[in-house]
């Protein structure tokens, strides 16, 4: 299972790393906190303090076409925002 999927790159989140140490990651939704935990320590090489993480539910959608009611859905996601020690820092754009 590959816990850490992407990382969250807003302009929230960016002001969130560089100010109080907190970055966002896309994980898989079977992942919980302590796998999280492990995952950012070994990928970037920082401790970290606290992970809080957040589910989110499929959206269902329904579509009136000519040939009918279509249903749909998106994936349900989870996004985990990671506490570092103070000192450490995860630089996203090092590899561009």
């Given amino acids: 299972m590959r816990v850490l999927i992407k990382p969250i790159i807003t302009e929230k989140m ?10 966002g990651f896309y994980v898989d939704t079977r992942a919980n906190k302590l796998q999280i935990k492990e ?15 957040m589910n989110y539910g499929p959206d269902r959608k329904t579509r009136y076409t ?4 279509q249903h749909g859905k998106t994936n349900a996601t989870k996004k985990a925002i990671v506490d570092v020690v103070e000192g450490d820092v995860i630089d996203f754009y090092s590899n561009l």
């Fill in 14 to 23: 960016t002001a969130e790393g560089e100010l109080n140490n907190r970055f």
């Fill in 39 to 53: 995952a950012v320590e070994s990928t970037y090489g920082v401790a970290v303090k606290k992970v809080r993480t």
């Fill in 66 to 69: 000519k040939t009918g009611v």
